[in-house]
């Protein structure tokens, strides 16, 4: 298909993204024979990985969990080199995947969508394009990734600025040089510890501001040699099943012994195991309790605070960096490599937000309510609009033309996060309500959610049904019971993009399911076993 052409043949689907779940889910689409086509905004493939090319950028997840599972040539040929990849392996390895397979041949780069309306009289959705074309296909699949509309906080003075300003999330190709420059990172969530403790060294002064301290595991991340290879190839099988059996699809499963039932020494020694890990398992694969229950919260969190300070010179900078507002894990927790000893470089200062606040943005620096701070880049690593911006971003017109932007500003529901009642035979990756939209490695749920997703598309098919859409009650249903878990749970009280409440005026409801993966996919499978009951087909 041409970039500019317009199509009045139907396609059979099409894949807005072109990032791990599209091509996942363009190649299981093509398995069925059907037509489809991918649309991306990017040049290249890679969805978060094209985007995030800033300094420092690396997955969270280990590389051996960090990968498709479809192809066993693919797993026996493409080598990791480290525990915790890079960006550019990951950018890497979505472009080895789009070659292997040949799926470049069905993406139309460089092109955004703009509207999507679902053609009551056709049965299709029309979509537009920035590009000027129209596209119609049976069936539409926002592949667009939880977190791929970044926030930019409207400061005052923003475009007045002289200096250069980017958001992570925008970082250009190309790069930007820092060395000798004077530069201020607003935000230290994941992304802000990567990009702080990676240019710390280089700049002439970096001043970081602070809103709110996060709490933060040391990553250990060795170089694999072939032999390292080799053993976690020969595990492959049994990693392959244990992501899908475990919380949140990471291959280690919890610590099941209750918190509290352990004597003291027991409880330090084994958060001090889960700590020397360098992982995620600490507050993965650790105490579940640390998501419910205060006393364990704030015994855990205890245990964290001590181990950040313990590296920090100043007590007053320490005062600033441990975080005393939220429990360990009520917030996504970030790895990192030396992040807190940045704090201890003479060239390194830290503004807390809730000391003295951003005023303005001038065209030499930003002022804060302490003074001006004179800069030549400011970095925003200030998030994201999660599960919802990337869909609110495209005009999306369901049943009688009603637009989902304008439904969302009230109340953001789908079913499962897969389907939104009203929007037929249109299906959301990483959408809310499921854990791929937070509580989950990111690969392990998504590639379930395509999976579904195909098996959907392919029942359709076989019974001779053209739509399928979720009924009202349905919906209902699932967001009573996500709710439920929800309100158990001390991440739903705090205050993070998990929640929505890193946006003014968002709807709030936590964003992932926090059932577990297991029991997702079980409600998932049930759907499936009976013939999507509660669903409508037509
Ligand atoms: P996050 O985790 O949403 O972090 C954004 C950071 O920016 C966080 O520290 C925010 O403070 C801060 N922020 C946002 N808006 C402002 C304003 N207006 N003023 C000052 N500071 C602000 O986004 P990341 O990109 O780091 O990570 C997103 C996910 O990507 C991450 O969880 C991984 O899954 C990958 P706040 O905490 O809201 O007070």
Not at 86 to 108: Q, T
Not at 449 to 470: A, F, G, N, Y
Request: charged share 25%.
């Amino acid at each position: 298909m041409p970039a500019t052409a317009s199509h009045n043949e139907p396609l059979d689907a099409v894949i807005i993204g072109a990032g791990l779940t599209g091509l996942y889910q363009l190649w299981s689409l093509r398995k069925l024979g059907m037509r489809v086509r991918v649309i991306d905004a990017a040049s290249g493939v890679g969805g978060t990985w094209y985007w995030n090319c800033y300094p420092g950028a690396r997955t969270d997840s280990p590389s051996n969990i960090y990968q498709y599972w479809f192809s066993e040539e693919l797993l026996d040929e493409w080598n990791w080199s480290e525990r915790y990849c890079g960006h550019a392996e990951s950018e890497r390895y979505f472009n080895h995947v789009a070659d292997r397979f040949d799926l470049r041949k069905d993406i139309s780069f460089n092109t955004r969508v703009d509207a999507a309306h679902w053609d009551e009289a056709t049965g299709c959705w029309n979509l537009r394009t920035d590009q000027g074309e129209t596209v119609s296909a049976q069936f539409l699949i926002t592949a667009l990734g939880p977190l791929s509309a970044p926030v930019v906080p409207p400061f005052q003075g923003h475009d007045s600025f002289k200096g250069r300003l980017v958001h992570t999330a925008r970082w250009p190709r190309e790069g930007i040089d820092l060395k000798g420059q004077r530069v201020g990172v607003i935000g230290t969530g994941a992304t802000g510890i990567q990009v702080i403790q990676t240019i710390a060294p280089e700049v002439a002064h970096l001043t970081v501001f602070q809103r709110t301290a996060n709490y933060a595991v040391p990553m250990t991340n060795p170089r694999y040699d072939d032999a390292d290879r080799a053993a976690i190839r020969a595990r492959y099988p049994q990693t392959r099943e244990a992501i899908w059996t475990t919380f949140v699809g990471f291959d280690e499963p919890g610590e099941t012994r209750p918190y509290l039932s352990l004597p003291p020494e027991e409880r330090r020694a084994t958060l001090e195991r889960l700590w020397s890990d360098g992982s995620l398992k600490i507050w993965v694969a650790g105490f579940m309790e640390i998501f419910f229950d205060p006393v364990v919260s704030e015994e855990v969190s205890d245990f964290v605070r001590e181990k950040i300070r313990a590296r920090i010179h100043d007590p007053r900078v320490a005062d600033k960096l441990v975080p005393r507002d939220h429990g360990f894990g009520t917030r996504r927790v970030p790895l990192e490599t030396g992040y807190f000893e940045v704090f201890n470089r003479d060239n390194v200062d830290l503004i807390s937000l809730h000391e003295s606040k951003i005023e303005c943005i001038t065209p030499n620096g930003i002022r804060t309510s302490a003074g001006e701070i004179p800069l030549d880049v400011i970095i925003l690593a200030t998030g994201f609009d999660a599960g919802t911006g990337g869909l609110t971003a495209i005009d999306i017109r369901g049943r009688g033309g009603v637009s989902l932007r304008e439904e969302w500003k009230k109340e953001v529901r789908t079913t499962m996060g897969l389907q939104i009642h009203g929007y037929p035979n249109l299906f959301t990756t990483s959408a809310p309500y499921a854990p791929a939209s937070a509580f989950c490695n990111a690969p392990t749920c998504l590639q379930h959610q395509v999976q579904w997703i195909t098996d959907c598309i392919s029942h359709l098919r076989e019974h001779d049904r053209h739509t399928i859409e979720p009924l009202a009650q349905t919906e209902q249903r699932w967001l009573d019971h996500h709710d439920e878990l929800a309100n158990l749970t001390l991440v739903a009280k705090t205050k993070s993009w998990y929640t929505g409440g890193n946006i003014e005026g968002k709807h709030n409801r936590l964003l992932g399911y926090i059932g577990g993966l297991p029991a997702y996919r079980e409600a998932c499978e049930k759907v499936k076993q009976q013939g999507y009951e509660g669903f409508e087909l037509a």
